[in-house]
DNA sequence: GGATGACAAAGGTCAAAGATAGTCAAACAG
DNA sequence: CTGTTTGACTATCTTTGACCTTTGTCATCC
């Protein structure tokens, strides 16, 4: 029931639960051709799952000894990030990546990531979009400064 | 005498009794395919018999590894109880009270109570009192009907 | 030895195709 | 009339491939 996307996502997150330091250097060829898939795949998981959104960073580098290396974001990065991000306005998509990855840092537990849910989500508020964004900006802030 | 529909829930809810925790997983086209009909007559009896007023909740995916989630909620009898208590327009005092009443009867956890109180606090969603009220009682109608 | 340029070896971009699920209105059944 | 069933169309997510850009290496030329 797994896509691929899906899998690939997975073994990263668990090479990166190994390393201490939080950081992993990879070859984008050689784990395409290791998951048998196109090198522009693993470019599709890097940016659908590993954004700051949901706790990560990527730095690449191209030609000859090229290399992509994944970065799980120390809390105090994560942090500033969150404030970045959190201004004045938040999309539904923006604001559920963001409760998900609270939660699997644990700074949120499982109840809390599933009222999290509801209470974000558009039919929730029933306001229109541009007051409904601001407005999850503002609980996601207060949640945070509370958590 | 039973329509295509209900032979649908019953075999859905049948799947459901089996399993431990409440939870399967299955994709719309093959459950189509099963009964012979169209994949929107999947989403069509979901819509209208696994709803959180009935106990259930579905959770799903489109794209390669698609899936539809469904997930028997508990106590629904007096969730639907409480719902049904709620008007359109609740103040914050009311508000908390209620929140309190479902930590005390387990349905909510300490981690929940924590969320509610923050986000319907009056200050939270920074709205004027008519339209704050009508957004509390929205969302925790919402809830109430998830948990 | 230093500049130059061809070549190879990475990774990036983007749009198209594929794989699911959702929506909605019309037809249908009881 | 109400609830069911279908199918055409839409939305979203994934996968692939053709083409582009960047970087390092190495031979060549002065």
Redesign the pocket.
């Known amino acids: 029931m797994w896509?691929?996307?899906?899998e690939?996502e997975h073994w990263l997150k668990g090479l990166l639960e190994e390393v201490e330091d939080g950081v992993i250097e990879?070859?984008?060829?050689?784990l395409?051709h290791q998951?048998?898939?196109?090198?522009?795949?693993?470019?599709?998981?890097?940016?659908?799952r590993f954004v700051p959104e949901r706790g990560f960073r990527?730095e690449?580098?191209?030609?000859?000894?090229?290399?992509?290396r994944i970065i799980r974001l120390e809390d105090c990065d994560y942090r500033a990030y969150l404030a970045a991000q959190l201004g004045s306005h938040l999309s539904e998509?923006a604001a559920l990546s963001l409760t998900e990855h609270l939660n699997q840092t644990g700074l949120l537990g499982e109840e809390g990531l599933r009222l999290l849910e509801l209470v974000l989500s558009a039919d929730a508020l029933g306001l229109e979009e541009p007051l409904a964004g601001e407005i999850r900006a503002r609980l996601l802030r207060l949640v945070i400064a509370n958590l």
Do not use: K, N
Request: aromatic share 8%.
């Open positions: 896509s691929l996307a899906d690939m990879l070859r984008r060829s050689e395409a998951f048998s898939c196109a090198p522009s795949q693993v470019t599709y998981v890097l940016t659908t990527v690449s580098r191209r030609g000859a000894g090229g290399y992509i998509r």
